[in-house]
């Protein structure tokens, strides 16, 4: 596992955006480079020596637009809890929630599904956070590719992001 603090070279352009934006935004975590084989929260909890439930997944949904177009949802949750997308959806105030597919995903984030991250996308998406994060004194999300995370905290990455609480099980 390797930590880096500031832009490495031959970093992943993901990765250098991500690190860029969360600069930007004042953000202080670091960014911990994961083994290729962490793709589950459990692996990489287990890989950064955390609770599961620290690992904050940004899950992509789609939402039926007015204008009868998707519109991108994130939820950040946590790495221990399954999103009830009925119970979200309602909480949202839209009326369904179907997991975004993969190219949506890259469309819509710049990245791909397992390295989303909860910031850094090409435009603004409406955002909601798992309260159950608040849990933990440091939070794991990724950081703009499958084998980045950042360290953040509840408050820092509410502030982040900008997202809206609801609990989503």
Known sequence: MAETTGAAAGEHPSIASFRARLGDLGGQGRIVLLPD?????ALAAEALGCEVGAIA????FAAPGADGTDQPILILT??????????????IGVADL???KPEFVKETTGQVIGGVSPIAHPVPIPTYLDP???????????????AAVFSTTY???SRLTGAIEIDVN
């Open 37 to 41: 084989s962490v793709h589950t929260a």
């Open 57 to 60: 997944n940004s899950l992509l």
């Open 78 to 91: 946590s790495g221990a809890h399954r999103v009830d997308v009925s119970l979200a959806a309602a909480r």
């Open 98 to 100: 179907r997991r975004a």
């Open 132 to 146: 159950t994060l608040r849990r933990y004194e440091v939070i794991w999300a990724a950081a703009g590719h499958p």
């Open 155 to 157: 408050d820092e990455l």
